[in-house]
T-cell receptor, first 114, second 113 residues
Framework: AQSVSQHNHHVILSEAASLELGCNYS??????LFWYVQYPGQHLQLLLK??????LVKGIKGFEAEFIKSKFSFNLRKPSVQWSDTAEYFC????????????FGTGTRLLVSP | SQTIHQWPATLVQPVGSPLSLECTVE??????LYWYRQAAGRGLQLLFY??????ISSEVPQNLSASRPQDRQFILSSKKLLLSDSGFYLC????????????FGPGTRLTVT
C-alpha cells in the first residue's frame, strides 16, 4: 500500500528564513505528487503538483518542490518565508495509472513569526 | 466557476445518535466525489469515493456510510455515532480520474460526546 511520510510535524521560522519541508513516499510505480496548503480558516488548496517532465516544479506564492525519484522524495521549498505562509502543509501521492485516490501525509504545521 | 458546499459547519452529537453530513458541488457535471476525515496528527484519510450516482467505494471499514442520490450531491451518514467518529470531515471533487487537482470544501467539525 502507498504511504506518505512528512517528518517535520511542527516548524517555526522567522520571516525571511528559508523553508524546506520533507516528504517521502512509498510506492513502487509511477506517481503523481502534490503539495496542498491549508491557511487558517480557509479551504485546503493546491500549492503545486508534479505529473511528469521537469522534476523541479513551481507553484503559487513562490513555492517550489523537487521530485527526486531515486530518493522517493518530493520536498517543498521556499527561499524566504513570510508571515502569511503560516499554515498547515500536506504532501500527497496518487498512482499515475488507474483511479486517482490521494494518499496524504500527516501534515506539517508552519508558524512564521514576524 | 465551480463551488463546493458542506453543511453543517460544526456539529455536536451524542454517542449513539445518527449522522448526516451533506456535500454539494455547483458548476460542474459528473464529478468524482470524495469524503475524507482529518484527525489531529494523522493527516487526511480517504473514507469514500464516488464516480457516479449510486456508485460508492469504501476505503476503510468503519461505522460510516456514504450515498450519492444526485450527480452533485454526496452524503455521509451513520446510524449510531461512536466517540471515535469525532473529527473534521472534508468533501472534495475532481473533474477527471487521472491526476487532476482535487477541490476541497470548507469541512464539517464533528464532535461526538
Amino acid at each position: 500500500a502507498q504511504s506518505v511520510s512528512q517528518h517535520n510535524h511542527h516548524v517555526i521560522l522567522s520571516e525571511a528564513a528559508s523553508l524546506e519541508l520533507g516528504c517521502n513516499y512509498s510506492y513502487g510505480g509511477t506517481v503523481n505528487l502534490f503539495w496542498y496548503v491549508q491557511y487558517p480558516g480557509q479551504h485546503l488548496q493546491l500549492l503545486l503538483k508534479y505529473f511528469s517532465g521537469d522534476p523541479l516544479v513551481k507553484g503559487i506564492k513562490g513555492f517550489e518542490a523537487e521530485f527526486i525519484k531515486s530518493k522517493f522524495s518530493f520536498n517543498l521549498r521556499k527561499p524566504s518565508v513570510q508571515w502569511s505562509d503560516t499554515a498547515e502543509y500536506f504532501c500527497a501521492v496518487t498512482p499515475n495509472t488507474g483511479f486517482q485516490k490521494l494518499v496524504f501525509g500527516t501534515g506539517t504545521r508552519l508558524l512564521v513569526s514576524p | 466557476s465551480q463551488t463546493i458546499h458542506q453543511w453543517p459547519a460544526t456539529l455536536v452529537q451524542p454517542v449513539g445518535s445518527p449522522l448526516s453530513l451533506e456535500c454539494t458541488v455547483e458548476g460542474t457535471s459528473n464529478p468524482n466525489l470524495y469524503w475524507y476525515r482529518q484527525a489531529a496528527g494523522r493527516g487526511l484519510q480517504l473514507l469514500f469515493y464516488s464516480v457516479g450516482i449510486g456508485q460508492i467505494s469504501s476505503e476503510v471499514p468503519q461505522n460510516l456510510s456514504a450515498s450519492r442520490p444526485q450527480d452533485r450531491q454526496f452524503i455521509l451518514s451513520s446510524k449510531k455515532l461512536l466517540l471515535s467518529d469525532s473529527g473534521f470531515y472534508l468533501c472534495a471533487w475532481t473533474a477527471g480520474d487521472r491526476g487532476e487537482e482535487q477541490y476541497f470544501g470548507p469541512g464539517t467539525r464533528l464532535t461526538v460526546t
